[in-house]
């Protein structure tokens, strides 16, 4: 990573971060509304975690990892999306539905480590136990339901429909999909390269491609991040300004592009000249006509 990378990366994370602490300090939410600030604002942070470890570790920046990163960061602008329209009754139906599964882990845990060992281990009693104190802090585990469906009791898709999110579904969340599953789709066009001896059938040969770093994911990554930040400031700040909302992405952009244009070549500056100059008699035209 060069010094310019790795200075505009670190301002763009200390940027993220301080974005975040402004918007909770700004947020006029009663202590009194813990559902609401806890989920809302939990996935908020949720989304800045995500961005800012994919921007700090740009070798993740590839088709190979980056569409997990990013079909997370879209889940996650989807729930929160839902959550936002209806914040008291879908805040507890999102906190409920994590307790029982954390109640429901911990017990088929429990009960894989008496079935393989016969016994519970002190070191596995103990890891255990932490985790129970950790559920029961947060309720009385015999009062938490368990929900095996869906914990919005509805697909992905429908979430998004009901908030005018479908086409961010079927262009972000469906097309990142094929990573996170590791379907045909992905392993076909990453993972497989057509055999080069014609005598074999046209089988593929299983591969590890090494790919290099694209810029245009983290940008993604970054547009996520502030597409929640803009639904923040949009639903639960009130405000009519949503300029700021993609201060964060504007940041990476305008740096990235004053360092093309003054890292650019002899040739490209040339050429940078040419195309103004055709432009600029295309414009011309255009004002007499």
Known sequence: MNDFLSKVLNDYIEKVNSSLDQ???????????????????????????????????PGIWNPHVAPIFLRCMADVYITFCWIIKDTQARCRQFIEY??????????????????????????????????????????HSFLVPVNLGSWSEMSTRTMAQEVGEERFYDYVFVQFSSSIHSTWQHIWRFNLLPCTNPLHGCHRVPVN??????????????????????????????LNNLKHSYSTYDFLDNEFVKYGKENRTGEQRKKGRIRHRRTKGRNSLKRKK
Do not use: H
């Open 98 to 139: 994590g307790l029982g599964q954390e109640k429901l882990a911990i017990e088929k845990y429990k009960e894989q480590v008496l079935k393989e060992d016969g016994d519970i281990g002190t070191e596995v009693r103990e890891f255990i136990e932490i985790r129970e104190k950790m559920l029961e802090v947060e309720r």
């Open 209 to 238: 491609p090494i790919l290099p770093p694209d810029l245009q994911q983290l940008m993604n990554a970054a547009k996520y991040l502030c597409k929640v930040f803009r639904k923040f400031d949009c639903e639960m700040l009130k």
């Open 23 to 57: 918007r909770i300090s700004a947020w006029d939410c009663s202590i009194a509304d813990r559902e609401v600030r806890d989920s809302i604002g939990g996935l908020m942070a949720r989304q800045v975690t995500l961005a800012t470890n994919f921007a700090a570790n």
